[in-house]
């Protein structure tokens, strides 16, 4: 039951259970074939399934997924998705198709979670996972990063934040011609007690020869706030 004086409006059926938009629509797939399967998309099913085994692991929903995505294809694996400054993050329009694809193929599903998508591996997920154990093989180090990344992120804000970081410094690195160390990047943007913080990019302390880029923590902590 609603406690006592809650607004009408938050009593009504529409603002409850909200429309949500589905994976995608039917209208959209009728006689034809979605997108080819890229095999590096397991990739990023693995860091969710991984996720999933997680007890304390954030729930992934879309704008969580859309940063997994970024963070894998800026790890170095070949997703095809092309990334632009978003108000949010990083963001990529055909990661909507990428979950069409595999939603076709029961790779992954969509559930309502309260007023949330919640995504999670489908069913013939181990079949595909066992069939291409040799991706996963090529790929485990900067599968392991990206979820420890991920099981230290506690929400969809935190989330942003660290996917903008990534998003800089790749920007940086393209704009400069110099080389970035990912991992030491993905280090510097977690605090020492594991949780992710508001960091920012200094351009002028990217040194070419040593391949890194060394950040300015600006959250509440290095401040004193």
């Known amino acids: 039951f609603a406690p ?19 994976l995608f629509e039917s209208k959209d ?17 693995e860091v969710m399934k991984q996720l999933e085994d997680q007890p304390y692991a954030p729930k992934v929903g879309r704008t969580i997924f859309q940063k997994i995505c970024h963070a894998v294809t800026a790890l170095g ?3 095809g998705l092309d990334f632009k400054k978003g108000s949010y993050g990083p963001f990529s329009e055909d990661v909507q198709k990428v979950l069409g694809a595999l939603a076709n193929a ?15 591996t489908g069913p013939e997920f ?4 066992e069939k291409n154990a040799a991706v996963f093989a090529a790929n485990r180090s900067k599968i392991d990063k ?10 969809t804000d935190q989330a942003e934040e660290v996917a ?4 800089a410094v790749s920007k940086i690195k393209e704009d400069r011609g110099v080389q970035i160390n990912w991992p030491k990047v993905m280090r510097v943007a977690k605090q020492q ?24 923590d600006t959250s509440d902590n290095a401040t004193g706030r």
């Not at 006592?4 to 589905?22: D, I, N, V, W, Y």
């Not at 797939?29 to 099913?45: F, S, V």
């Not at 181990?126 to 996972?129: G, K």
Request: hydrophobic content about 35%; some cysteine.
């Open 146 to 155: 990206a979820v420890d990344l991920f099981s230290r992120i506690k929400n």
């Open 193 to 216: 007690n594991g949780i992710p913080t508001v960091i920012s990019v200094n351009s002028d302390s990217i040194d070419s020869e040593t391949e890194n880029a060394r950040l300015v």
């Open 126 to 129: 181990e079949t595909v996972r």
């Open 29 to 45: 797939h009728k006689g034809g074939r979605g997108p080819k399967i890229n095999p590096n998309w397991l990739i990023l099913l």
């Open 164 to 167: 903008t970081v990534f998003y």
């Open 106 to 120: 029961n790779l992954i599903q969509e559930t309502q979670l309260g007023r949330m998508n919640h995504l999670c």
């Open 4 to 22: 006592f004086g809650t607004p009408a409006s938050k009593l009504t059926e529409s603002f409850l259970a909200p429309a949500q938009s589905r």
């Open 77 to 79: 694996v070949d997703t």
